[in-house]
């Protein structure tokens, strides 16, 4: 099985800083372009979750700013809901900052 995932986007929000044990996490979001229009011609937006982890909430935080494009790459991961739904987000492995 493979949960590897590429996402590249504009960050439409910044990390939001959480500390989990003794480790710094961040939430941030990221703007997709679908590849493809909807049946009316329109571009569809979706927004993935990424979480940042190992250092690189910190850099993101330091190099990066709000519709500045980005490229993730990660794994898939779940994270459960205070109502007990799964939610699916990007565990970002490695960031690539000041694209285009």
């Known amino acids: 099985m493979l949960s590897d995932a590429v996402v590249i986007g504009r960050i439409t929000e910044m990390p939001e800083v959480?500390?989990?044990?003794?480790k710094i996490?961040?939430?941030?979001k990221i703007e997709v372009v679908?590849?493809?229009?909807?049946i009316d011609?329109?571009?569809i937006k979706d927004t993935v979750p990424v979480?940042?982890?190992?250092g690189l909430t910190e850099e993101c935080i330091?190099?990066?700013?709000?519709?500045?494009t980005v490229a993730v790459r990660g794994r898939?991961?779940?994270l459960k809901s205070?109502?007990?739904?799964d939610l699916l987000y990007v565990l970002a492995e490695k960031m690539v900052f000041h694209l285009g």
Do not use: H, I, N, Y
Request: charged content about 35%; some cysteine.
């Open 82 to 85: 205070e109502d007990g739904r």
């Open 25 to 28: 996490v961040g939430f941030m």
């Open 34 to 38: 679908r590849p493809f229009r909807d």
């Open 62 to 68: 330091a190099a990066c700013s709000e519709g500045m």
């Open 51 to 54: 979480k940042l982890w190992r």
């Open 76 to 78: 898939l991961e779940t």
């Open 41 to 43: 011609g329109s571009l």
């Open 18 to 22: 959480l500390q989990e044990e003794e």
